[in-house]
């Protein structure tokens, strides 16, 4: 029997015995009221006791089965989140291993992992040095926090991990798995360790969950990223910031749609603008971390139904707020969960809702942040809490909190070699950035390849882009428009067709950005590399910087 079907059956028998212990009282409540004198005829309350006795035996045999039935169930579910519980439990784990010199990358696993509990995953912690080929067999998914420790040591715990696995020949190809490296860029070899544990798995050929996530002493911005993708391993889009953003103030100035007809759901642009004292300063490559909004339809119903008054003032943090503006801005718990509580016991206690990140479009000099956006739905069909803020409620001339994350990990090479750019769908957005500064510094060496599905309604910044070509800014252009032709060509395939210009521009020093889907595009792309220069010198160009990914 499954974990629910006898949870369910627990539930039914518990309360068919609860019932019949019930009826048993009142069968004999009611034999007593119609004899209120026993000696006068004691046969009715005789007959009455009798059943109610009966009634309550099969309940007390029926409230133990129940008992038992849940037992049962408890005991299993925690045999599937204990060690060695089994393949089928491991398998649905989640591994978080961690390689620690201080205590840091313990505390980060740590709180890894209870984020992830929190959310319904079942999760095995471990120190790396405990962990062999036969635990990375067992499971589907790993996280790896890994430190780097004097010059570009793994730490002292990880010693016979390092010694027993990282010469090993093994084959991990059911492995999906993310590393947190963590460095400090004064160092020479900056997160050696976290690179070396990654190139060891993908020698393996475990597949990256998503790309590695360097630290640079502490970073908040980067732990907040590997916030973002536990957020979407464990499918949840409310796992709460370890800390908030430290938020500017931005101003909607413009929202419009880039593809109408298209037969993909609806993309926008949008323009913001920096308010009076904010810091409006960031590189191509950079990330926006936004701050949502829940939908005004839902902050609505929340207050109605808890008969609470969206003007009232609130004091968090020794700030007056409005109560309205301050629930918008937060995880909503159940109203049954809260219910009776007033505004000033409420605001204590909501959580800020978590941020969003998206890939900035445009460069300084533009003086705006433009950004590229497809609306996300959940199974539900309601809009996510980040697209649906930015391009449905948000009004023109709305304030949008927003803070600008380095991400040096996608900066484009600092002299005059080749770039080529590859991405599809949104990704372009932080190609075109790229792009732009590119040019904007005078470096024409640049090679665009782009995929969509429809030219006619996908095809992002055409006018742009295409003037760009055709000055000579833009070297080589490539587009893989998929639903256009009876054979699906996808960017990767325009890759794979060019591969002795690939090869050209890579002896020639080019380096490579790749951004967009990591389903499909980023490895589709990524086996094609491989395949054309070979794993020896795709290796060295990740290990060197020249093979740089921001994908999703």
């Not at 049962?72 to 439990?89: H, I, N, R, W």
């Not at 589907?140 to 010694?163: I, N």
């Not at 409005?322 to 016991?345: H, K, M, T």
Request: charged share 20%; aromatic share 6%; net charge neutral.
């Amino acid at each position: 029997m499954s974990a629910s079907s006898s949870t369910r059956s627990g539930a039914w028998l518990g309360n068919l015995a609860v019932g019949l212990v019930l009826l048993s009282g009142a069968i004999a409540l009611l034999a007593w009221q119609r004899t209120p004198l026993a000696w006068a005829d004691p046969g009715p309350v005789r007959i009455g006791a009798a059943i109610a006795v009966i009634l309550a035996y099969v309940g007390a045999c029926t409230l133990g089965l129940a008992w038992r039935c849940r037992r049962q169930v408890a005991s299993t579910a925690v045999a599937a989140d204990e060690p060695g519980a089994g393949a089928t439990a491991a398998a649905r784990r989640v591994l978080v291993a961690f390689a620690s010199q201080t205590g840091f990358a313990e505390q980060l696993a740590t709180r890894t992992a209870q984020a992830l509990r929190a959310a319904g995953v079942l999760v095995e912690l471990r120190a790396l040095g405990a962990v062999d080929a036969d635990c990375l067999a067992a499971h589907e998914r790993a996280l790896f926090v890994a430190s780097t420790t004097g010059e570009g040591d793994a730490p002292d715990s990880a010693a016979g991990f390092v010694r027993d696995m990282l010469d090993a020949r093994l084959d991990l190809s059911r492995l999906h798995y993310g590393v947190l490296a963590l460095g400090d860029s004064e160092y020479v070899n900056y997160c050696a360790f976290g690179h070396r544990l990654e190139a060891w798995l993908q020698d393996a050929r475990a597949k990256p969950l998503f790309d590695l996530v360097e630290v640079d002493n502490g970073d908040d911005g980067a732990l907040r990223h590997w916030q973002h993708h536990l957020g979407q391993i464990a499918g949840r889009a409310d796992l709460p910031d370890w800390q908030v953003p430290d938020y500017g103030r931005w101003r909607l100035a413009a929202r419009d749609q880039v593809n109408p007809g298209s037969i993909g759901a609806p993309c926008f642009r949008l323009v913001l603008e920096p308010a009076p004292g904010t810091p409006a300063q960031w590189q191509a490559g950079d990330i926006a971390e936004v701050g949502p909004c829940q939908a005004p339809a839902d902050v609505a119903r929340w207050l109605a139904a808890l008969r609470l008054d969206a003007e009232a003032q609130v004091e968090v943090a020794g700030v007056s707020r409005r109560f309205g503006d301050l629930v918008a801005r937060s995880v909503l718990p159940a109203v049954d969960e809260v219910v009776g509580f007033p505004a000033a016991l409420l605001a204590a206690r909501l959580k800020p809702l978590p941020h969003r990140e998206f890939s900035i479009a445009s460069i300084p000099g533009d003086g705006v942040i433009e950004l590229l956006l497809r609306q996300m739905r959940g199974p539900d069909g309601r809009l996510g809490i980040g697209t649906g803020w930015l391009t449905e409620y948000a009004s023109i001339g709305a304030d949008i909190a927003l803070r600008v994350r380095g991400n040096p990990n996608f900066h484009a090479p600092p002299d005059a070699r080749p770039l080529i750019l590859i991405g599809n769908g949104t990704g372009l957005a932080g190609l075109r950035a790229l792009l732009r500064e590119r040019i904007a510094a005078g470096r024409h060496r640049n090679w665009l390849l782009f995929g969509e599905r429809n030219a006619a309604h996908d095809y992002y910044w055409r006018e742009e882009i295409e003037a760009a070509h055709a000055s000579g800014a833009l070297e080589r252009l490539d587009r893989a428009f998929s639903r256009d032709a009876p054979t699906r060509v996808y960017v990767q395939h325009r890759l794979l067709a060019q591969a002795q210009a690939l090869l050209e521009w890579v002896e020639q020093g080019a380096s490579i950005h790749v951004c967009g889907s990591l389903e499909g595009m980023a490895p589709g792309v990524d086996a094609v590399l491989r395949e054309v220069l070979g794993e020896a010198r795709v290796q060295g160009m990740l290990a060197s910087g020249r093979y740089r990914r921001d994908v999703y």
